[in-house]
């Protein structure tokens, strides 16, 4: 008896401190969030994550049918379905969370943020793995789908509405339908772009993550790769005539000034992006 009134008690422990990692997560990813007890009682990401793990574990333990009363419960109550065979993570934040489909496969590694929407489905009727999996840190954007067997690396970025059918690398930005990477990873010549675009005045690169892609920025931000490789080709071609003869003698590349550029930014409307 004393056994399964241990088991009772860690198993009550470990329930209040994923709750308190759950609120934590809320105040670090929701501004609009302002007490404990308005999340406890309002948000109804907290409420189908509570259910979610007490359906999971009558799951895991071949209540199968109760499992998915419970796990229909949750969904008439919050309007987010998750199956009670999914794999959810620490630090799991649904925000809005109405229509927010959760497949039995899927697999959700720790701090995933998804979006009112989201679908995490499968593409065949394959009784294995048929879901997606989402590693640490993700954010899917809302009414995006995630569809099959995939993964969708670390740090990632799905913008809304987008449909994801491949995998996605650690890092990158997708948006679409299809959805294509937009931004990849780290560029080891980052600071020589940023160097560049602040010679000329205007920062491409200030804009945050979770931009849109704007396409005058890509095209800049093309401009600015080129340039890049430009500078670097020219200064080893410039090196290599010095070490040939010492007569020869560079000349300072002329400055950028903002003021250069003053003519296209009279041109750019008032209410553009790019102020």
């Known amino acids: 008896m004393w056994l399964v ?19 934590r997560s809320v105040f670090a990813r929701d501004p609009a969030a302002r007490t404990t007890w308005e999340i406890v009682l309002t948000y109804p990401g907290i409420h189908a994550l509570i259910l979610h793990r007490l359906a999971h574990r009558l799951w895991l333990a071949q209540w199968f049918g109760l499992a998915r009363w419970m796990s229909t419960v949750s969904r008439f109550l919050t309007g987010i379905e998750i199956h009670p065979g999914a794999q959810i993570g620490r630090r799991f934040f649904i925000d809005h969370g109405m229509g927010v489909v959760i497949g039995e496969t899927a697999e959700i590694a720790d701090d995933v943020t998804l979006y009112h929407g989201v679908t995490l489905g499968g593409t065949s009727w394959y009784k294995g793995k048929r879901h997606p999996t989402l590693e640490n840190g993700v954010v899917v954007g809302a009414g995006a789908k995630i569809l099959g067997p995939i993964v969708v690396g670390a740090g990632a970025r799905i913008g809304s509405n987008s449909v994801v059918t491949r995998a996605v690398p650690a890092g990158a930005t997708m948006v679409g339908n299809p959805a294509r990477i937009v931004a990849k990873g780290i560029d080891p010549h980052e600071e020589a772009k940023k160097d560049i675009a602040r010679r000329m005045g205007f920062d491409a690169y200030g804009t945050s993550r979770d931009d849109g892609p704007d396409p005058v920025l890509v095209a800049i931000r093309a401009l600015l790769d080129h340039m890049q490789a430009t500078d670097r080709r020219m200064n080893g071609m410039c090196k290599a005539l010095h070490e040939l003869t010492s007569s020869f003698k560079d000349a300072e590349t002329p400055a950028l000034k903002a003021e250069d550029f003053g003519v296209i930014v009279e041109e750019i409307p008032p209410d553009s992006k790019l102020d």
Do not use: Q, T, Y
Not at 5 to 23: A, H, P
């Open 5 to 23: 009134w241990l088991i009772g008690v860690l198993c009550v422990m470990s329930f209040w401190n994923e709750l308190r990692e759950d609120i």
